[in-house]
Every structure is written in structure tokens, then in C-alpha cells.
């Protein structure tokens, strides 16, 4: 068991450090996310551990959009002025985790101040 080694001489447990992302599934779902124009947080919040869930086909969904409207500090989503509602997210959503046969979800949101509802819209009219 070899342990890395800091920028400070620190000694990090063997765990500490992450593997790239880019195994067949990792490619897989990002392939499939691209041509059904969904966003993840994995993604939208630069999380490090990416490669290791997606690999085990497992990802945070984040709907209404990729740009909130809010500037959180401890965040890394974009922030800002969102360019408009996509009607058909999730619709594209529900068949996305259909094709990957999954048994359960985790979808989380982007703030949308900017909306009078805040986006409830979007969820109430899921066909």
C-alpha cells in the first residue's frame, strides 16, 4: 500500500487520491447525457469523484437548467442570469433513466429566482 505525498510533505491515505475518469461507463453516460442535453451536479459542480460514480452508473440529475440564479460561496455551479425554461427537460430526464434501467434517481435543482414559481411549472407538467 503505497501513500502519496502532499505539497507540504503531508503523507494522504492511499484513498485520498481519485482515479481519472474514463472507464466504459463513465463514457457511456457522458455520451448519453450529451445527446439527451441533461446536466448532472457530478458535472455542473466539478466534483472529483465523477469517474468513480459514473463507472458505477450512478450520477445526480440537475434540472432546470445549469446556470442559477444564485451565487453561493461554497458552490461551483455557474451562476447568473439563466437564458430561458427547457419545457422538454424532463421528459428527455424520465427517458434517460428509463434507458439506463435504473431502480431509483437523485434529482436536485438550480435555483431559478427569476421565475415566478421558481420552476414548480416544469415539475407539475411532466407528460
Known amino acids: 500500500m503505497t501513500t502519496e505525498t502532499n505539497s507540504k510533505g503531508y503523507r494522504l491515505p492511499p484513498w485520498f487520491k481519485v ?17 439527451s442535453e441533461l446536466h448532472t451536479v457530478c458535472e455542473e459542480a466539478k466534483c472529483p469523484n465523477i469517474g468513480d460514480c459514473w463507472d458505477r452508473r450512478a450520477a ?8 442559477c440564479t444564485r451565487a453561493c460561496r ?32 437523485v434529482i436536485t435543482s438550480v435555483n431559478r429566482d427569476d421565475l415566478p414559481d421558481r420552476g414548480a411549472f416544469v415539475l407539475l407538467n411532466v407528460s
Do not use: Q, W
Request: aromatic share 8%; glycine share 12%; with cysteine.
Open 19 to 35: 482515479k481519472a475518469p474514463g472507464g466504459k461507463n463513465y463514457v457511456e453516460l457522458r455520451n448519453l447525457l450529451r445527446d
Open 60 to 67: 445526480t440529475f440537475m434540472i432546470l437548467g445549469d446556470i
Open 74 to 105: 461554497y458552490c461551483a455551479v455557474t451562476s447568473g442570469k439563466p437564458l430561458g425554461l427547457d419545457l422538454g427537460e424532463p421528459d428527455r430526464l424520465a427517458r434517460t433513466v428509463e434507458r439506463l434501467g435504473l431502480k431509483y434517481v
